[in-house]
């Protein structure tokens, strides 16, 4: 099905017609169209062409009134003020076309797709080999994987990298010591759990570095053991494969459990860019990118400068030889843009990175990798805080591990399903608790703008009050609860009927779905369909207080209240979607 113009589009058109017929000189002027809390719509557009022009502001208003065409679309202009113009659409329009996106049995509501999609490579959801993701690692995972829905939604191709930690001088140690004890990690035997894998790995990890911090013999051996696994040697490599082989069942597992979907040859961690290291290094030192500095190879800037006042370099080559973690963000970028052919590079990463990415990034620019048709972006997110307002931890002052976050959370949920369960089994109150529990941390974290930090509160996240993702999963189930008993009654548009101001109001609302869809994902922000949504579900709230829907004057009433309410239940079930969150169809 085509896509539907929304009525904000057509007012706009209507009026910018307007406006190029009242000064024909001034070519396509835009009326600058906004919702109003005054009308249906505002145009403010007027007043800055009155201004070029030398006009009286009024007076070209009232000159754009008269020539505006209305027809079945605009059922009243004024002029208000110095010059803005104050319009109203009319009912039979609102209705109309919220029919049009019930239609589209596509599912997508009219959503128009990319005319010319380009292509986004995202760099998200980036835990470590042998390490326990922990509450750190939740906001790249969410975030990025909404972004990756809202770009796909809207038609980009989306080329998704989890860039996984899964090389450098702790693999040493690692692989030594498994060496010395080759009984540590055998599962062969047995099926393991993934967070049974990780418990196996973080106890490998903390009894080689302890060994490694006291035993001399064995920090020689373990460093011997990182130029072994440098060079290739395939016993170490076979040994290193199966860290990473441990670490993924237990990644699985997680990205399982915050339901999303991780797939295998989306992961190229550091160790996927090892054979492009030296002849990026080469490029940069062959054009004059980089330089060398006391035997290191070295980028600098002018703007970036330590306390001392001295330059701070970006050490691609460490004078021993050595790559750093530019070396291998810069060889993904050289990947990215050349092999994958990305327009955009995205990279959802923690904010405190931020001057590494600007200065890799200003890098790839200077060696021409990065130009006017390529684009990367880090999208900077803040820190998850505690409700005393400081870095999330637990009580014995422990980064909290993802799982355990998790797991309460569902536990929370689970809690709250129990109360208002109405005729479900404890099989269906622990799906849903799944889903309310994993939807409240997820919405928590999207409704926030990416670059501010937020508070975990579990009390408030599963709360049906307030701006949570379970007031909108209630609401979505409140409105499958009506449809049920609906009986013969069925959702049809009645564009003939009159409108009650409240129906108005989330008839508007969610025609504006696709341009909210579209700012979204052209902004990478997550949050701003979340505000929608929110105001969705209030606005609904207020249409189920104020307009009886199975209770209605007549039957046509009736349906077209059902049509409001359906038209609703898609646009928050698409919506959340779209966050990776469910809605359950029973609460």
Partial sequence: MASVTSLSDSVHQRLAAALSAAVPQAGSADPLLRRSDRADFQANGILALAKKEKANPRELATQVVSRVESGELIKDVEVSGPGFLNITVTDRAITGNLAARYADDTGRLGVPRAERPGTTVIDYAQPNVAKEMHVGHLRSAVIGDSVVQLLEFTGENVVRRHHIGDWGTQFGMLIQYLEEHPHELDHEAEEVSGEEAMSNLDRLYKASRALFDSDEEFKTRARRRVVDLQAGDPRTLAMWQKFVDESKIYFFSVFEKLD???????????????????????????????????????????????????????????????????????????????????????????????????????????????????????????TVLGKDGKPFKTREGETVRLVDLLDEAIDRASAVVREKAQDLSEEEIAERGAQVGVGAVKYADLSTSANRDYKFDLDQMVSLNGD????????????????????????????????????????????????????????????????????????????????????????????????????????????????????????
């Fill in 260 to 382: 999303m979907e991780i797939r295998d040859a989306d992961i190229v961690g550091e160790s996927g860019y090892n054979d492009m290291l030296a002849e990026t290094c080469r490029l940069l030192e062959e054009s004059g990118v980089a330089v060398r500095s006391e035997g290191a190879l070295c980028v600098f800037f002018d703007d970036i400068k330590g306390p001392d006042g001295k330059p701070v370099p970006l050490i691609v080559q460490k004078s021993d030889g050595g790559y750093g973690y530019a070396a291998t963000d810069l060889s993904a970028i050289r990947d990215r843009v050349f092999h994958l052919k990305a327009n955009t590079l995205l990279y959802v990463v923690d904010a405190r990175q931020s001057l590494h990415f600007k200065m890799v990034f200003e890098t790839a620019r200077r060696a021409g990798w990065l130009n006017d048709d390529v684009e990367a972006v880090q999208l900077a997110f803040g």
């Fill in 468 to 587: 949570t993702s379970v007031y909108l999963q209630y609401a979505y189930a409140r409105i499958q609860s009506i449809l049920r008993k609906a009986g013969a009654s069925r959702p049809v548009a009645h564009p003939e009927l009159e409108l009650h101001e409240a129906e108005r109001a989330l008839g508007l609302h969610a025609d504006s779905f696709a341009a909210t869809v579209a700012e979204a994902a052209a902004e990478h922000a997550p949050h701003k369909l979340a505000a929608y949504l929110y105001q969705l579900a209030s606005l609904y709230t207020t249409f189920y207080d104020k307009c009886p829907v199975l209770k209605a004057e007549t039957p046509q009433q009736i349906e077209n209240r059902l049509f409001l309410c359906d038209v609703t239940a898609r646009t928050l079930q698409r919506g959340m979607a779209l966050l990776g969150i469910r809605t359950p169809e029973r609460l």
